[in-house]
């Protein structure tokens, strides 16, 4: 039995698990992170990492490393029959970049070791002991997860706090008994990511549609190239009869030569029943899986332990109650559900096979492209620069109206949405020089009235970890966020908590008192 040195236990050492104890270690939580495979993956699995994604990783110091080792992705470009039919073209500010996940794991596994972290390789979680399933975090409470190392010792550690990142076949999802609910496609993928003779473009991803199914053409660093195709019903899958799905469907004069990861899979969209059970957190795979359509499986899964990360730390450290531990699940589980819908549209659209269907796809594709809709709408959609978490409460809004119409636009910068990134920057709120733990409150009182200062002065001295700024009036301007008077409260992790109007200091009040424990620093 042994306790004592660490407060969060991370089951899972994938991209997911990293991230999560790098996040915890930063922000002064002791973390123990294990994985049950002796060695780290050499397969590259997962490649994009969209603009959202890089910031949370520019944050934690890993940014540029990330833009040095990976290659922008500017383009999508869709085919019918090699006929082209729609292309969605991206801005720097909007684009993903391509990186193996074996890549971004090393990334990772760099930061945590100059955190004073290691993940602990060769250990599997046997059970988990003392599970509190009424949800209530007392006080001193703990989760005891029964581990099994390699050499066969079985360990029983106590801890207050455990994520389960292991994967789509989670052991911490099934010690918890939480469903894994969804659908399974009916077609099996083959992937093979290989050097090619030929030429294409190295900023693109093509996708080349036929009745017959679609292959999907993905670069990669070191000029390696993803071919991924629907299996052809009643084959099997191997260089050659990926090679003929290229020379029958795909982009002419290319040759396989030499293929550095062959593999066939099938496709789930699945999410689990719940995020969360007393003191045990899911997130990445363990907690949904989704078709691999626009890149955004493991984005999600970061985003994931990006959210819970400075939660947990808030609440170990006693700067936050408890029950802000109870936003997790809402938000992580709002926001992959809107994924698993628009990759599911995506993969349908891609895989409709009936002469009818391809003809509504093909014109709807030729419409979006025509009215720029899909650049204008969709690109900042998939780039995670939309991403809000809607607003659970009445008083993280402003009382009046207009700001609440106002919200509803896409990218407008109220309560749930991330803080415009390049104001954020410009005010010290992002960035990896920023305090990861501070809660940052915006100021723009009412010309001419001190007595509003004043007020808003005796409302935040009980927080006095609060950090108030008062930016210029140009500062923020031009991002879409409210100019009239009155106050922004921005989170750890950058998403506005709440938005009010000079009126509104009540709201505020209220908020704080939700967010934060009064007294300390």
Known sequence: MTDGDAD???????????LAACEL???GVRVRIVDRAAEPARVPKALSLWPRVRDILTDLGVGEEIRRASIPVRAFRYFSDRRPVASLTFTDDLAARQLPQYETERILTERLHSLGGKVERGVRLLCLD????????EPGGTVTAVLEHGDGA???????????ADGAGSAVRGQLGIGFEGTTYEMAFALVDTHIEGRLPPDEIAYYQTTGGTLVVVPQPAGVFRFLSVMPEGGTMSR???QEIIDTRGPRGVRITEPVWETVFRVHARRATGFRRGRVFLAGDSAHVHSPAGGQGMNNGLQDAHNLAWKLAAVLQGRSPA???????????????RIVRDTDLHTRALTARTPGRVRVRDTAFRLLD????????YAPVMAGRRLAYAPERDTQQPAGRSCRIRGRIPGAAGPGAVFPRDAALALGTAGPDADPTAWTLLLRPPVGDGRWLTETGHIVARWPQLRVLHPASGAVGGHGVCGRPGYHLIRPDGHIAAHGHAADLDRLETELALALTPGVR
Not at 8 to 18: A, E, F, S
Not at 154 to 164: D, L, M, N, Q, Y
């Open 323 to 337: 029950s802000l531990l109870d936003s997790y699940g809402t938000e992580r589980a709002e926001a992959t559900r």
């Open 154 to 164: 079985v360990e029983r550690f106590a801890v207050p706090f455990v994520v389960g």
């Open 370 to 377: 025509r009215s720029g809709a899909a650049a204008r709408l």
């Open 130 to 137: 003392d599970v509190d399933f009424s949800g209530r975090i």
């Open 240 to 242: 050659e009869a990926m």
């Open 25 to 27: 270690l930063r922000r």
């Open 8 to 18: 969060v236990l991370v089951v899972g050492g994938g991209p997911t698990g990293l």
